[in-house]
């Protein structure tokens, strides 16, 4: 099953933030990019995410799990050793898994 989301402008400051953040030691920063409601947010809403998910049944908690699930994909991004390209097709990848298998 292929869902057409639609890949959002990477989000460059974000990046830089919690790139130094995270080589100051902020478990702070560490946990508020697992929580993920910085990503989940604007996928959900400004790029329609939301409505296109829920025709498939997958809730606002189900996207949540799946962005959590994500967490070592935006790690990687964050640290540069993976595309914002390729984090959000691991995000995608999630999704279509949960919705195939009945979410």
Do not use: C
Not at 31 to 54: D, E, F, M, R, V
Not at 61 to 81: C, P
Request: net charge positive.
């Amino acid at each position: 099953m292929k869902i057409n989301l639609p890949t959002p402008p990477e989000p460059i400051q974000t990046k830089k933030r919690f790139k130094e953040e995270l080589e100051k030691g902020s478990r702070l920063m560490q946990a508020n990019i697992k929580q993920g409601s910085w990503i989940a947010s604007p996928l959900w809403t400004q790029y329609g995410w939301g409505n296109i998910l829920k025709s498939y049944g997958f809730s606002w908690q189900h996207f949540m799990e799946a962005v959590r699930d994500n967490y070592y994909s935006f790690i990687q991004w964050i640290n540069g050793t993976r595309s914002w390209d390729e984090t959000i097709k691991d995000l995608t990848a999630i999704i279509e898994r949960r919705i195939k298998g009945g979410i």
